[in-house]
């Protein structure tokens, strides 16, 4: 994680942050110039469906170094220094969250950053009739895009804090505002993401964005997405419409499978995916946060922030560290001669290492030079992903055969065994002795580091049999990270505390905080 941007970035948002009498929902000032009054080109509605994307880059947000909320809260990653901040960042993988957590609030507040762009600026679009657009279908791509975003942005909040605000409409004062602070239920929540989600499968958005337009949301990454909501409605709603739910995740899934641009996952190599070369035509990327080589602001520091100390292996910068951390749980999830072992991990010999580092994310060239100014994009959504979510949506279905010839189209790629031989093997029968745990298995080795794991596991398990799964693992392949502290509360982040103070019933805390 690089540390040191992320404690900027919280200082920056805490400085500019609203005060505790106002909310994160009002975004402007009643006796200032209306910000939609500066929207009156077509360029100037490009300009802010950009400023939407712009916002996913934060490490508060999804980007790249977003990993606090994800992979720092699952079981893959252990840090583990609890002096540093307050101990704050630690919080999370520690399991000892508070809702006064200062970065749990820039997570809140950098979520709902982009929906409340996209509100302003579907506003505009809605109600600005003196704007002339070059054709009526790049009109309807903006509002598709700034609807994904939207959707995109409130599936990570209900699935991270339960059933949150939910705002479609740009706000222009107070009483607004006010009306709007409480609690929506999840399945509320889940409905609207559905029904923008909809709009976007059904518009005339590109089946897949050009080399110039990557990181721009397709066809592809709309049924991508609206599949993935459909399957975590089913594993999470207690709902009897379940197996509706799985149906629908399974229609929009392979919807965009059958879209894919090569023939077999097989096809394109492990390593392509992540290659900074071939980032804009890779045809397995769906949909990803594009970073600049070189640049000083806009570069990647993901390669750089991963190497580990005596290593060039990641990048020309050379570290006084440890780079990034695994925990011993996950190392041992990786199969001998698993291609994405090699890749992934590496060992530092260095003493003042001596363990694994990352070694996924490379960029090495000399575009990106010893400042580490890499040129790695971050991808959100890549057909591996895709393909082990419709492994997972048909088993759920109980239809094995598919869930099996999902699974072994990406362990093929690994250049590993089919899942009926690797049953005769003691060890993975052992190890995943369910069709199930072989496919959240596939996952964690496939997509480690990409920040899924958490979301992962909420959706695999309940919370009663994830805490189980939890305190079930040895505590010595953790280091410090204390495995008993893993409660049922865990399955929510706690509400900041200064949304529950704007209104402590409206806005209740989730139980066990």
């Known amino acids: 994680m690089n540390k040191i941007f992320l404690i900027i970035t919280g200082f920056m948002v805490i400085l500019i942050m609203p005060g505790c009498t106002k909310s994160f929902l009002e975004q402007t000032n009643p006796n200032s110039v209306p910000v939609s009054a500066n929207y009156q080109t077509e360029n100037d509605v490009i300009g802010g469906l950009m400023g939407c994307y712009q916002a996913l880059r934060s490490s508060n947000c999804k980007g790249e170094s977003a990993q606090i909320w994800t992979d720092e809260r699952s079981d893959d990653v252990n840090i583990t220094d609890n002096q540093s901040n307050n101990g704050e960042p630690f919080q999370f993988s520690a399991f000892s969250l508070v809702p006064s957590n200062t970065y749990l609030y820039s997570h809140w507040s950098a979520l709902y950053t982009p929906i409340s762009r996209a509100n302003l600026v579907l506003s505009v679009i809605n109600t600005n009739t003196s704007i002339t657009y070059s054709s009526d279908s790049a009109k309807q791509q903006y509002i598709a895009e700034l609807k994904f975003i939207r959707a995109m942005m409130y599936f990570d909040l ?31 929540v889940y409905n609207q993401i559905v029904k923008d989600l909809t709009d976007v499968v059904n518009s005339k958005i590109p089946v897949v964005q050009s080399a110039a337009n990557k990181g721009r949301v397709s066809l592809q990454a709309a049924n991508a997405l609206l599949g993935q909501v459909y399957l975590t409605m089913g594993t999470t709603l207690n709902s009897s419409n379940a197996q509706t ?60 922030n991963n190497q580990a100390k005596g290593e060039t292996i990641n990048s020309q910068y050379v570290s006084t560290g440890a780079g990034y951390p695994l925990t011993n749980d996950l190392l041992n999830e990786f199969e001998t001669g698993d291609i994405r072992t090699t890749f992934s991990i590496k060992f530092a010999a260095n003493p003042a290492v001596n363990a ?10 000399a575009a990106a030079g010893p400042l580490g100014y890499g040129g790695n994009d971050w991808i959100l959504i890549r057909y591996a992903d895709v393909i082990l979510n419709l492994a997972e949506v048909s088993l759920y279905l109980n239809d094995n055969t598919s869930a ?7 362990r ?33 080795v496939e997509l480690c580091f990409e920040h899924h794991r958490w979301h992962d596991l909420l959706r695999f398990f309940n919370i009663t049999d994830l805490v189980a799964y939890f305190h079930a693992k040895s505590q010595a392949n953790y280091n410090n990270c204390p495995l008993t502290n893993f409660t049922t509360k865990d399955e929510y982040f706690p509400i900041p505390l200064t949304e529950f103070n704007l209104n402590p019933t409206g806005m209740a805390q989730n139980p066990g905080y």
């Open 356 to 365: 694994y580092f990352v070694t996924k994310f490379r960029d090495a060239s």
């Open 245 to 304: 739910y799985f149906a629908s995740a399974k229609t929009y899934l392979l919807a965009c499978y059958n879209m894919r641009k090569f023939n077999n996952l097989s096809d394109i190599p492990y390593t392509d995916v992540f290659n900074v070369a071939k980032k804009q035509t890779c045809p397995e990327i769906i949909l990803q946060i594009p970073y600049l080589q070189g640049d000083a602001n806009y570069s990647s520091s993901l390669a750089a």
């Open 404 to 410: 099996i010839n999902y699974l072994n189209m990406v």
């Open 158 to 188: 209900v699935r991270e804090f339960g059933g949150v605000p939910l705002v479609t409409d740009k706000l222009t004062n107070t009483q607004q505002v006010a009306a709007l602070t409480y609690r929506e239920t999840r399945e509320n």
């Open 412 to 444: 093929a790629r690994a250049g590993m065994p089919n899942y009926a031989i690797m049953l005769s093997n003691p060890t993975y029968a052992a190890s995943y002795p369910t069709l199930k745990l072989a496919i959240l298995h596939e996952r964690r």
